[in-house]
């Protein structure tokens, strides 16, 4: 039997002598706060988990919206061919109120279908013009001197890839940063030796006298509102593509040199005369009568202009020249200009963007073809208004003609409706206008994805605060 003092023990020191000491409140509130304290963790963990989700669900929404709609507008999922039908004549069909709404002077359309000439269109809003009437081409010009280039690379009096001023001794590059001896024949036709003029060239008024080709290089005159200095080498040559109407001023006083003859004597003997292009030169237009004449942009009367660059945007031409061009590069003898071998080196790619060529040996590469050629060729644009486009499909022996006057834009235009009938892409130089064109689309998409992942965030928060309080 117990004593009397043990049975009088309380009871918590029973307890504690067959348990040990029992857990106090603060302990047990300790154990408390540690769960409750796992618990807010986790639930932190798996609202930034959630989040986590949530933001890599909206960025991956951003970037298939974004490279939808992007590789859309480059590969022309947007866009509709002016026509169906493969004939040229539908197309011409569909190009006229384009042309007409376009264009109150003088147009000349010509669609070269299989080597034959599918297709004729000459408007007449201002003049009576036809196969025969000539017409100012601004910048296709550049093309033509390629091939007087080309002409003396083959004749072996000029390397490609030989530094130009070892042929020069009237004019030289300015020193600069960057060393004039990457700058070769090869660069400054594709436009990547690092010239950096970007040149539009000015033109002159009937009253003034032209500079020489020394004397423009030096200070040459750009386009309205173009500011201009010395054409230099501005960036690493061979590094970027950089457009220079400079740099075809500096060819055309290479072909001087090195033909030591003037720039136009050479390229009408060794060019146009062997092609009987007999409406095609450096003339003055104001001396031809049979010519579209020169109207701005509205269709009234400008005055006609000279420039001080033939090899860069003084060549003058017919829509029946041109076919002659084109049939010339696509069934080249050995009456013509250049040997088909050298011809297909012209639209190899020399500079690239994104890596695509854009631009060979003085051609423009607008767009790759289904058989894995390209379409190539040049356009022309300057004041007042003048336009021009030659395009060429070699693997169809098609083709298109685009003369203009009255418009800077038409004949790119028009020649861009051709090059997406002929691939179904969108070609080189409206590219970037396309691309212009969906950045408002492109943004206010990712505005919305945003803005929905915003509000799936508020509405969720919302439930999770209503459940919280129930």
């Not at 060729?377 to 300057?382: A, L, P, R």
């Amino acid at each position: 039997m117990l004593p009397e003092r043990q049975l009088a023990k309380p009871l918590p020191d029973i307890f504690s002598n067959l348990f040990g000491d029992p857990p106090t409140v603060s302990v047990v509130a300790g154990i408390a706060r540690h769960q409750a304290g796992d618990r807010l963790a986790q639930a932190a963990l798996q609202e930034r988990t959630e989040q986590m989700k949530r933001v890599v669900v909206t960025l991956l929404l951003v970037v298939v919206w974004s490279a939808v709609l992007l590789t859309g507008t480059l590969y022309g999922w947007w866009r509709q061919p002016l026509t169906a039908s493969d004939d040229p004549r539908a197309f011409l069909q569909a190009a006229i109120p384009l042309i007409d709404a376009g264009n109150k002077a003088n147009t000349a359309l010509v669609l070269i279908d299989h080597g034959e000439i599918g297709a004729e269109y000459y408007s007449r809003h201002a003049d009576n013009i036809d196969r025969n009437t000539v017409f100012a081409t601004a910048s296709l010009s550049k093309w033509i001197a390629a091939h007087a280039v080309m002409k003396l690379v083959e004749q072996g009096r000029l390397d490609l890839d030989q530094p130009v001023e070892r042929y020069l001794t009237r004019w030289k590059l300015p020193t600069g940063a960057f060393s004039s001896r990457e700058v070769t024949a090869r660069r400054l036709l594709s436009h990547t030796a690092g010239l950096t003029d970007a040149l539009g060239f000015g033109d002159y008024g009937r009253d003034e006298t032209l500079p020489t080709l020394e004397a423009e290089l030096t200070a040459p005159r750009g386009s309205t509102g173009q500011r201009t200095s010395p054409v230099s080498v501005g960036v690493e040559p061979g590094s970027q593509f950089r457009y220079s109407g400079g740099g075809y001023l500096l060819l055309e006083l290479l072909v001087e040199e090195v033909a030591r003859e003037p720039f136009q004597a050479f390229v009408n003997r060794e060019i146009l005369q062997p092609l009987g292009m007999a409406h095609s030169g450096y003339a003055d237009l104001a001396a031809i009568i049979n010519s579209a004449k020169s109207y701005d942009a509205t269709g009234q009367p400008a005055e006609i202009v000279r420039y001080a660059s033939n090899a860069a945007t003084g060549f003058t031409t017919s829509a029946g020249d041109m076919i002659t061009w084109v049939l010339a590069q696509l069934q080249p003898s050995s009456a013509t200009m250049l040997t088909r071998t050298t011809l297909d080196s012209m639209r190899s790619a020399q500079a690239m963007s994104m890596g695509v060529g854009i631009w060979g040996l003085g051609t423009v590469l607008y767009a790759p073809t289904p058989d894995g050629d390209v379409v190539y060729g040049h356009d022309g644009v300057n004041d007042p208004a003048i336009s021009a486009t030659v395009r060429i499909n070699p693997g169809t022996g098609d083709a298109i003609i685009v003369l203009a006057t009255g418009s800077k834009s038409l004949a790119s235009q028009v020649g861009a409706e051709w090059v997406f009938w002929q691939t179904g892409l969108p070609d080189v130089l409206t590219i970037p206008g396309e691309l212009r064109a969906v950045m408002p689309l492109l943004i206010t998409g990712i505005c919305g994805i945003v803005l929905l992942a915003l509000m799936h965030v508020w509405r969720t928060r919302r439930r999770t605060s209503r459940r919280a309080t129930q």
